[in-house]
């Protein structure tokens, strides 16, 4: 009987359509932006795509606006305009450019926004979704690494759900789980230690922008994988887990596990500790978020330990890897200091890209530019926006000063 009541119930039509979650991607065309298309395109009824935008990629976001028949799509170049406009010529997709397009696509009404747009940029629109009050998923780092305090009392009064993208911050989203902040005792972020994890000090003087840019593990954009050669990445993510998590900066640690595997390790006061263990894709960060609370579907590869057969621990080396050490002082001298490392170490990035600084030169100039910045001011913390690009735009031009005593 049990059986049968069971299938008549699962022949009753559907009373409800599936409920359609609306979203918008703020930076559809970087690595993150596509890995989320990739997602929603297994589920293409499940979506419905609001805004989209770009830095000046007309193409790439033309194609997903048609493709995905998304509402609004921004590029931020406004000399783009006319050609994203005659690139979406016939179809329904509005079209806007410049710095106020790029907010009004973060205020266009969605359930969930990716906020993945590449540097100081992505405040504005970021912000601009957090006020909505639903749903972040955040991959920009400057949100929370130079604008910390700011950004977070917005998504405090917003009471907007943040969900961390960055794989390791996602990690410890779900291994904190409910526990109160009083439970965890430490969080311990992974690092695959990058390319350069076993050359010494003097090799590493030598490396080239090419050898830089060959991650071992992730597939990702170019200023994130030279920050990964660095670690620059580890410490900016240090920052962004102090902002994320209830923990001060002493609880947060770092270990070196060269098969990014393992993407965390929270212990609790009873020393249980739980780790999130996935192959390195980031589509499953991204799911995570996307499908919160609930869990979708990834094309991920399966974690397969007897394949893997080993995972390998070991303490980061701060003396060839400084940039791991900078992040943790400046984790905790606080106020304006992370804003002014981030800006010092994406013109260093750029400059060592262009092959006009070596690569231990990147590290290097951060501090330079951190010491002059501190003699001039006290670097007290940014109370708004304007005070986050203002510390931003005085740290660039320190920076590009300094850059000359580094040269190749
Ligand atoms: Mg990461």
């Known amino acids: 009987m049990?059986?049968?009541?069971?299938?008549?119930?699962?022949?009753?039509?559907?009373?409800?359509?599936?409920?359609?979650?609306?979203?918008?991607?703020?930076?559809?065309t970087g690595t993150i932006g596509q890995n989320t298309l990739d997602l929603?395109?297994?589920?293409?009824?499940?979506?419905?795509?609001?805004?989209?935008?770009?830095?000046?990629?007309?193409?790439?976001?033309?194609?997903?606006?048609?493709?995905?028949?998304?509402?609004?799509?921004?590029?931020?170049?406004?000399?783009?305009?006319?050609?994203?406009?005659?690139?979406?010529?016939?179809?329904?997709?509005?079209?806007?450019?410049?710095?106020?397009?790029?907010?009004?696509?973060?205020?266009?009404?969605?359930?969930?926004?990716?906020?993945?747009?590449?540097?100081?940029?992505?405040?504005?629109?970021?912000?601009?979704?957090?006020?909505?009050?639903?749903c972040v998923a955040l991959a920009n780092k400057e949100c929370l690494v130079s604008a910390g305090e700011v950004f977070m009392q917005q998504v405090a009064a917003h009471d907007t759900?943040?969900?961390?993208?960055?794989?390791?911050?996602?990690?410890?989203?779900?291994?904190?789980?409910?526990?109160?902040?009083?439970?965890?005792?430490?969080?311990?972020?992974?690092?695959?230690?990058?390319?350069?994890?076993?050359l010494s000090k003097d090799e590493m003087k030598e490396v080239t922008p090419r050898q830089a840019l060959q991650h071992p593990n992730w597939s990702m954009g170019r200023k994130i994988t030279i920050d990964?050669?660095?670690?620059?990445?580890?410490?900016?993510?240090?920052?962004?887990?102090?902002?994320?998590?209830?923990?001060?900066?002493?609880?947060?640690?770092v270990i070196i596990h060269p098969q990014s595997i393992v993407h965390c390790l929270v212990e609790f006061t009873d020393r249980s500790v739980l780790a999130q263990m996935s192959s390195p894709d980031m589509r499953t960060p991204i799911a995570f978020a996307l499908g919160w609370p609930q869990r979708i579907e990834a094309p991920t590869k399966p974690l397969d330990l007897i394949e893997l057969a080993r995972l390998d621990f070991?303490?980061?080396?701060?003396?060839?890897?400084?940039?791991?050490?900078?992040?943790?002082?400046?984790?905790?001298?606080?106020?304006?200091?992370?804003?002014?490392?981030?800006?010092?170490?994406?013109?260093?990035?750029?400059?060592f890209l262009a092959g006009e600084i070596g690569f231990l030169a990147i590290t290097a100039l951060c501090e330079q530019t951190l010491e002059a910045m501190m003699q001039l001011s006290a670097l007290p913390a940014p109370q708004t926006l304007d005070d986050v690009f203002r510390i931003d735009q005085a740290a660039r031009r320190l920076a590009r000063e300094e850059l000359p005593r580094f040269a190749i």
């Open 2 to 28: 049990e059986a049968s009541q069971d299938f008549a119930r699962a022949e009753q039509p559907r009373l409800e359509a599936p409920a359609l979650k609306r979203i918008n991607i703020l930076g559809v």
């Open 40 to 134: 929603i395109a297994r589920d293409p009824d499940a979506y419905q795509l609001g805004a989209i935008t770009a830095h000046r990629n007309v193409a790439d976001l033309a194609s997903a606006a048609r493709q995905f028949k998304a509402e609004l799509a921004v590029i931020a170049d406004p000399s783009l305009y006319k050609e994203l406009k005659a690139a979406l010529a016939g179809s329904a997709t509005q079209v806007a450019a410049g710095p106020s397009g790029m907010v009004e696509a973060g205020a266009h009404p969605a359930e969930w926004t990716m906020g993945a747009i590449v540097g100081i940029a992505g405040l504005k629109p970021t912000l601009a979704a957090v006020q909505q009050g639903h």
């Open 314 to 351: 070991e303490a980061p080396d701060l003396d060839r890897f400084p940039a791991l050490r900078l992040a943790r002082e400046v984790l905790k001298l606080g106020g304006g200091a992370p804003a002014v490392m981030n800006a010092a170490n994406e013109i260093a990035v750029a400059a």
């Open 228 to 253: 990964s050669a660095t670690m620059m990445n580890k410490g900016l993510e240090l920052i962004e887990a102090y902002h994320l998590f209830p923990v001060e900066p002493e609880q947060l640690d």
């Open 161 to 198: 759900v943040l969900l961390p993208v960055d794989s390791e911050h996602a990690a410890v989203f779900q291994a904190i789980g409910a526990n109160p902040s009083s439970a965890i005792e430490k969080i311990t972020l992974t690092a695959s230690g990058g390319p350069f994890r076993r």
